[in-house]
C-alpha cells in the first residue's frame, strides 16, 4: 500500500495546480490512477482475509472476519476513498484531478505500513531518517504547487515575490515551473537563503503560515535527529564498556605504559569494528527467561555440541550450560592459560587461531582453530588425573580470538541437578585420561577406596548421632526423677517435723507445766540414735576408723576367750 499511497499523496496536487503538467501526461496518470485504484481494491479484500488477535489467539474464521471487517471503522472509510469521484471529470474537465482527494482516506494504511516495516527492518535509525525526509519532501512538494497556484492568482510576474511571468520562455517551460517553485519552497521551511519580500495580504498569510511550519519542521528535524544520535550512542554503551572512561580517566590517572594503553585501546577497536557483544545478559535480560533460553540455544547449542565430553548428553543439561557460557576476547599474542596453571575453566573457540606453544613461546607444536575446545578434563575434578587439574600446555593467542568459556563452578552447579549426567561426564573424562595416559589407576582405586571410607564415616556418624539423642532423652529422664526424689524428701520432713510440734501444742493447750530441757533431751536422743545408727553402718563397712577398729578387737577377743595371741594373727 505504499506505493498507491504515496503516489496520490503527491500526483493529485501536482496535477491540480500544474494544468499543464496534468494535459501533457494524461495517459500516464489515468493509467497510474486505475492501476492504484486496482491496488486499493485488493487491499480491501486481503483485510477481508486478516486475521486478528482476540485474547492472544489469531482469529482465522473468515465468517468472523468479514463480519469484524464490514462493521469497523475501516471498512467504510476504504469504500469512501474507491468511491467513483472520476465521473466529475466530466463537470470539471479532465485535467481537474482534485476530484479524486478522497484516495487519500487511504492514509491510516500507509502509516500503519511504516510502522511495520520500522519494527522489522535491521536497520531501524537509517529508516526514520528516511521516513522523515520523504514526509519533508511531501510537505515541500504541496507548499510548491500551493506557491504556483497562489501566484496564478495574484498574477505571475506581479512582484518580485511571485513566480514570474511565464511568457518569458525561460520561465516557460513546466519543469522549470515545478523545480522553481520547489526550490522557493524549500528556501522558506529551510530558513537558509533570503526570500524577497511579499507585497500582497495573500503573499503576507502564506508567508506566516509557511514560516509557522518551517519552525515546527526544523524542530522536527533536530529532533529527530537528535533521537538517532542518541539511540546509536545508547547500543554503543550496552554493546561495548565506556571506552572513554577507561582510557582517559583510569589508565591515566594511574600512569599506565603507552604501550599497555595501545594495546587496550585495540582491543576496544577491534570490538567495535567487528560488532563483539561483550554484556550479552545485560542485553537480553529484559527478555523472559524462556525467550533467552532458546537464543542461546540457537547461538551456542552448535558450538557446545562439539565438546567430546558433552557428546550424547541430554539436551536439557546442554541447555542449562548454554546459559553459563561467557564471551571473551584475547589480544594478539596473549597467553589464554599457562603450563602448570590450575584450570577454572574450559575455552571454546568461536572465531580466531590461538597456537599451543613451548616454554620458551617460539616453538609451536600445533595451531587451535575455529570450533576446537581445550581445558575440558581440567573441570571435572576426576580422581587419578596426573596432572592434578593443571594446564598441560602454553596456548596463546596468534590475533584477536573470540572464545566461548565455562567456568568449573557453574558446571558443578549445574551438574548437582543431574547426577547421572556428572558420573556420565567423569567416565567419559576418565576415558580420555586414559587414552592420553595421564590416569593413574591406584590414584583412581585411592579414590575409590576413599570414597568408600567417606561412606562409612557417614554411617558412623549418623549412628553416634542416634546415640546421643539417646543419651540426652536418659539424661532427662534421671534429672525428672531426682526432682521428684527431692520433693519427695521435702515432703516427708515437713510431715515429721509436724508429728514432733503436735505433742506440744497439745500440751500447751491443756494449760499443762513443760518441764525444761524436753526439747533437748529429744534432739539429744535422736542425735545418739543417728550416731549409733551410723557407727552400725561403719562397722559394716569394714571397720576403716580406729573407734571401730577397737570394737572389733574386742568382739575378736571375747569370742577367743581373751587369748592375745590370736587376736594378733
Not at 496536487?13 to 492501476?35: E, H, K, M, Q
Request: negative net charge; glycine residues 8%.
Amino acid at each position: 500500500m505504499v506505493p498507491p499511497v504515496v503516489y496520490n499523496w503527491v500526483v493529485i496536487i501536482l496535477r491540480t495546480c500544474f494544468p499543464s503538467i496534468a494535459l501533457g501526461y494524461l495517459a500516464v496518470w489515468l493509467t497510474l490512477d486505475y492501476a492504484s485504484d486496482l491496488m486499493y481494491a485488493a487491499d480491501m479484500i486481503v483485510a477481508v482475509r486478516s486475521g486478528y488477535l482476540e485474547q492472544g489467539v489469531l482469529i482465522r474464521d473468515l465468517g468472523r472476519l468479514k463480519t469484524r471487517y464490514l462493521r469497523s471503522g475501516r471498512f467504510f472509510r476504504d469504500l469512501a476513498s474507491l468511491l467513483p469521484t472520476d465521473l466529475f471529470y466530466l463537470v470539471f474537465g479532465i485535467q481537474a484531478a482534485t476530484v479524486r482527494i478522497n484516495r487519500l482516506l487511504r492514509t491510516p494504511r500507509l502509516i500503519e505500513a511504516l510502522d511495520r516495516m520500522e519494527t522489522r527492518t535491521s536497520y531501524p535509525n537509517t529508516f526514520r531518517i528516511t521516513k522523515l525526509m520523504i514526509y519533508i519532501f511531501v510537505l515541500i512538494h504541496w507548499n510548491a504547487c500551493l506557491y504556483f497556484t497562489l501566484s496564478d492568482y495574484i498574477g505571475f510576474g506581479s512582484d518580485g515575490w511571485v513566480y514570474p511571468n511565464i511568457s518569458d520562455p525561460v520561465f516557460a517551460s513546466t519543469r522549470r515551473q515545478y523545480f522553481y517553485c520547489f526550490w522557493f519552497s524549500a528556501q522558506i521551511f529551510t530558513t537558509v537563503g533570503d526570500t524577497p519580500l511579499p507585497r500582497q495580504e495573500e503573499a503576507f498569510l502564506f508567508m506566516i503560515a509557511d514560516l509557522l511550519i518551517a519552525v515546527l519542521v526544523f524542530a522536527s528535524i533536530v529532533g529527530n535527529v537528535g533521537n538517532v544520535i542518541t539511540n546509536l550512542r545508547d547500543r554503543d554503551n550496552v554493546f561495548f564498556p565506556d571506552h572513554e572512561l577507561v582510557r582517559l580517566a583510569f589508565l591515566r590517572s594511574h600512569h599506565i605504559s603507552k604501550e599497555l594503553r595501545q594495546r587496550i585501546d585495540n582491543w576496544y577497536q577491534h570490538l567495535h569494528i567487528n560488532k563483539k557483544i561483550m554484556r550479552e545478559n545485560e542485553i537480553l535480560q529484559q527478555l523472559p527467561v524462556h525467550l533467552r533460553t532458546e537464543i542461546a540455544v540457537s547461538v551456542h547449542l552448535p558450538t557446545l555440541s562439539k565438546v567430546t565430553i558433552f557428546q550424547s548428553c541430554e539436551k536439557s543439561l546442554l541447555e542449562e550450560l548454554v546459559l553459563k557460557l561467557t564471551s571473551q576476547v584475547f589480544s594478539p599474542g596473549e597467553y589464554v592459560c599457562r603450563k602448570g596453571d590450575v584450570g577454572h575453566e574450559m575455552y571454546i573457540i568461536k572465531e580466531g587461531k590461538l597456537a599451543v606453544v613451548a616454554d620458551d613461546g617460539i616453538t609451536e607444536f600445533a595451531v587451535l582453530g575455529e570450533g576446537n575446545f581445550f581445558g575440558e578434563i581440567s573441570i571435572l575434578n576426576i580422581k587419578g588425573n596426573k596432572s592434578g587439574n593443571r594446564r598441560t600446555a602454553n596456548i596463546r593467542s596468534i590475533g584477536y580470538s573470540d572464545l566461548f568459556s565455562l567456568s568449573k563452578e557453574d558446571l558443578t552447579d549445574v551438574l548437582s541437578e543431574y547426577p547421572a549426567a556428572k558420573r556420565h561426564l567423569e567416565e567419559k573424562g576418565r576415558q580420555i585420561l586414559t587414552k592420553m595416559g595421564m590416569l593413574d589407576d591406584g590414584g583412581a582405586a585411592a579414590g575409590g577406596g576413599a570414597q568408600q571410607v567417606e561412606t562409612k564415616l557417614g554411617g558412623l556418624a549418623s549412628v553416634l548421632d542416634a546415640l546421643q539423642t539417646k543419651l540426652a532423652r536418659l539424661m532427662a529422664e534421671a534429672e525428672s526423677s531426682n526432682r521428684k526424689m527431692e520433693a519427695r524428701v521435702a515432703l516427708l520432713e515437713r510431715e515429721l517435723e509436724a508429728r514432733h510440734r503436735r505433742p506440744a501444742e497439745v500440751a500447751a493447750a491443756q494449760g499443762e507445766p513443760r518441764e525444761d530441757g524436753v526439747g533437748e533431751k529429744a534432739a539429744n536422743e535422736r542425735e545418739e540414735a543417728e550416731g549409733e545408727q551410723g557407727e552400725d553402718e561403719l562397722r559394716v563397712g569394714g571397720g576403716l576408723e580406729k573407734g571401730d577398729g577397737e570394737s572389733a578387737g574386742d568382739r575378736a577377743e571375747n569370742r577367743d576367750g581373751g587369748d592375745p595371741k590370736k587376736l594378733s594373727v
